[in-house]
C-alpha cells in the first residue's frame, strides 16, 4: 500500500490549481496590471507616441467637473435601480411563489428579460420609446393625451434607463427571492397565522426578515451589475446622451477609450472602478454575515 | 525505358506543382464598414474584381460601424495583423495621417508601384480636395455624400405651398415649417414641418454653407488646428433656428442619430428634413409608398449671407504601410480597380453615393440617368456649384470623432433648455479648444 504522505507531496496542492491559476492570470491578472501601467501613460491613436505622465490622468479626471458628475450620476442611478429593482422583485417572487396551475409558466416568463442581451433589451425599449411610432407613447396619447419625450430629455432618458434596467435584472432577482421564500419553512407562517398576524405583518415581521441574506446578497450582486452590465443598455437606448444625462462612468470609459482615442485616461478610470469594486466585495466579505438575519 | 518515362512524369508533376504555387494569387485583406445591402453591393464589387482577374486575390471583411473600423485597426496594427486596405471616415483622415502607419495613395500609385498610367486628375475637384493633405491625395475616395434637404411635395400642395419652391433661407424655413404644421384639435402635433436628427456633421455642413470655417489655420488645411470657432456666429445662427423651431412645435426633435428623424420623414410625421444624399433612392422610394412625391433642394442659408457650399462627407480607402512589396502592388490593383467607370457607375446606382470620378459622372449624363431623376441632379449641382474654399474643403481635426459628440451634446444642452445657443457653444468651444491641445502635445 502507498501511503498518504501530504508532507512529502507539497507540490500537489499547487500542481491542482495550477490550471485555474493559469486562466485567472491571462484573463484577468495581466489585463488588470497592464491598465495600471497604462494609466500612467498619454498615448497617441496607433500607438505611435506614449509619454509617461505618472499620476496626471488620475489628477485630470478628478480636476474634471464632468467625471464627478458621472460619478455622482452614477452613484444615484444605481441606488434608485437596486432599490426600485429590489422592490419590484421581491413583489413579483411572493405572487409566483404562490401554488397555482400553471405557475412555472409566469416564473419562466418573468425570467426571459434576464436571458436576452443588454443590446436586445435595449432596442425593444427604444421601439416602445419611440417618440414616432412607439407604443408607450401612442398608448400614453390615448388615455391623456400626452407626448413624453422618452430619450429627448434628460431626467425621461434617465428614467427610461432605470426602468429598462430594472427590467432587465428582474429575472436574476425574482429567482434568489423566490428560492430565498420557499427555504422559509411553512411552520413559521402557520404559527404566525394562528397568533392572528395580518398579512401585511407576515410579510413585514417575518418574510423581510428571514429573506435578509438573500436580499444581501442580491445587493451587492446589483451594485455589480448594474455598474458594468447598463453599458449595453445605454449605449443603445442614450449613447450618453440627451446632454449627458444618462452618462455614467462605464459609459464614459468607453467613450474615452474607444471614441476620444485617451487610452491612459479610460485605463485610469477603468483602475478607479476596480478600487471601487474591490471596496464592495471587502464590504460584502466584512459584513457579509453580520447583521444579517441567519436562521 | 519505363523507368525513364516515370521520372519524366515525375519530373513534369513536379514543375507544373511549382509553377501552380507560383501562380497562387496574392491575398489581400480589406476591411469595410459598409453593413446590410450597402455591404452586399462592396462585396459585389470585390468578387467581380477577384474574378477579373487572378494574381490577386481581395478578402472583404465587415469590421461594424465606421468607429468600430477605426478602432479595429488600431488594435490590428498594435498587434501586427493590420489589414492592407481599410475604410475610414471622413472625419479620421487627419488620425490617419498622424498615424504613421499608412502610405498615402498617391505614394503607392507613383513610388512604390511605379503605376504611371493612373490619372490623377480624374476625381470630381470636391471630392479630391477633402482628401488632399499637404498637396498630396491621401486616402483612395470611396463612398461619398453629402446633406441636402428633402421635402414632401404633396405635403405642400395640401397647405398650398409651391412644390417646385422650397425654402432658400433660415426664415423661409421657419416660415415653411410652419406652414407645414399641422395640429389636431387637442393641441397635439400630427405632422411637424420640419425634423433634423442631432447629429454633428448637420452642423459642420451648415458651417459650410455659410462661408465659414470650423477651426483655425485654414480649417486645419495650413497646419494642425489649435482654436474651435464653434462659437462664431454661422454656427451659432443655426442652433438658435434649430432651437427656434423646435420650441415653436414646428420640428421634431427625434434625439441623437438619424433614425429616428427618418423614420418620421418616411412616415409622414413631418414634411421636410436634412439628411444624406445617399438617402435619394430609399426616400423616393419610400415616398412613393405612401403615395407622395419627393422634393429636394440645397441646404438652406441665412439670408444675405453669401453661399459656401458642402463638403463632401462619407469614407475613403486607406492603403496601410507595413506590407511586403507584392502585398502593396495587389492592394493598388484593387484600389485602382474601384475608381474605374464602370465600377463607380455600379456603385452609384446601387447605393446613391455619389460616383467619384469625372468619367462615371459623364457616363450617367450620357445615358440621361439625371433627367430621370432629379432629385440625384439636385444632390449633384448642390456639390459642383459649392465655393472652391478652405471653408467647403472641409476640417482637419485629429480628434473630429470627440468634436462631433462635443457638439452634439452641446445642440442637447441648448434643446433641453439648460443653456442658450451662444452659452453652448462657447461651452463646447472651449472643450474642443482643449482637445486640441492635448492632441496637439503628442506631435510636439
Known sequence: ?295 | MKKISLIITMALLVLLTVSAAAQEPVEIEFWHAMGGYNGEVVNDLVERFNESQDEVHVKSQNTGSYNDTLTKTQAAVQSGSAPHIVQIYEIGTQVMVDSGIIIPIEDLGRDVVGDNTFDWGKFLTPVSNYYNVDGKLHSMPFNSSTPLLFYNKDAFREVGLDPNDPPQTFAEMVEYAEALTIRDEDGSIERYGFTLGIVGWFVEQMAANQDAQLVNNNNGRDGRATESYLDQEAVVRFIELWKEMVDQGIMLNPGRGWDGANQAFLSGRSAMIIESTASVGRFTNGLEEMDDQLGTAFLPRPEGVDRGGVIIGGASLWAIADHPQEELEAAWKFLSFLSEEEQQVDWFEKTGYFPVTKAAVEKEMNTQFFSESPNHLTAFLQLLLSKKAVSTQGALIGTFPEVRQIVEEAVEKTLQGDMTPQEAMEEASARVDRSLEQYNSLYQ
Do not use: C
Not at chain 1, 58 to 82: E, Q
Not at chain 1, 125 to 144: K, Q, R, S
Not at chain 1, 145 to 163: E, M
Not at chain 1, 246 to 255: A, D, F, H, Q, W
Open chain 1, 1 to 295: 500500500m502507498q501511503k498518504q504522505d501530504f508532507k512529502t507531496h507539497k507540490s500537489v496542492p499547487y500542481l491542482l490549481i495550477m490550471p485555474s491559476m493559469l486562466i485567472l492570470s491571462l484573463f484577468l491578472y495581466w489585463p488588470t496590471i497592464q491598465s495600471l501601467i497604462l494609466s500612467l501613460y498619454r498615448n497617441a491613436p496607433f500607438g505611435s507616441i506614449k509619454i509617461y505622465v505618472g499620476m496626471q490622468n488620475y489628477f485630470t479626471l478628478f480636476s474634471d467637473p464632468a467625471y464627478l458628475a458621472s460619478l455622482i450620476r452614477s452613484a444615484l442611478f444605481v441606488f434608485i435601480t437596486i432599490f426600485g429593482g429590489l422592490i419590484v422583485s421581491l413583489m413579483l417572487a411572493l405572487l409566483v411563489n404562490k401554488k397555482l396551475y400553471g405557475i412555472k409558466v409566469y416564473r419562466t416568463i418573468f425570467f426571459i428579460p434576464y436571458a436576452i442581451s443588454p443590446t436586445v433589451a435595449g432596442s425593444l425599449w427604444v421601439f416602445l420609446l419611440n417618440p414616432v411610432a412607439g407604443h408607450v407613447n401612442y398608448i400614453l396619447e390615448l388615455l391623456f393625451n400626452v407626448q413624453v419625450p422618452w430619450l429627448t430629455s434628460g431626467v425621461f432618458a434617465f428614467t427610461a434607463v432605470i426602468i429598462a434596467s430594472i427590467w432587465k435584472n428582474m429575472g436574476f432577482n425574482i429567482i434568489f427571492f423566490l428560492a430565498g421564500l420557499q427555504s422559509i419553512p411553512d411552520s413559521v407562517y402557520e404559527a404566525a397565522e394562528i397568533d392572528g398576524a395580518s398579512s401585511f405583518q407576515i410579510l413585514k415581521d417575518i418574510t423581510i426578515p428571514l429573506l435578509s441574506p438573500t436580499t444581501f446578497y442580491l445587493i451587492i450582486m446589483n451594485i455589480i451589475f448594474t455598474v458594468f452590465q447598463t453599458f449595453g443598455i445605454i449605449d443603445i437606448m442614450t449613447q450618453g446622451g440627451p446632454a449627458d444625462a444618462t452618462n455614467m462612468v462605464i459609459y464614459k470609459l468607453y467613450r474615452d477609450m474607444f471614441i476620444n482615442f485617451r487610452p491612459g485616461l479610460a485605463a485610469a478610470q477603468s483602475v478607479i472602478l476596480l478600487g471601487l469594486v474591490l471596496l464592495v466585495t471587502f464590504f460584502h466579505f466584512k459584513f457579509g454575515s453580520k447583521g444579517i438575519h441567519y436562521q
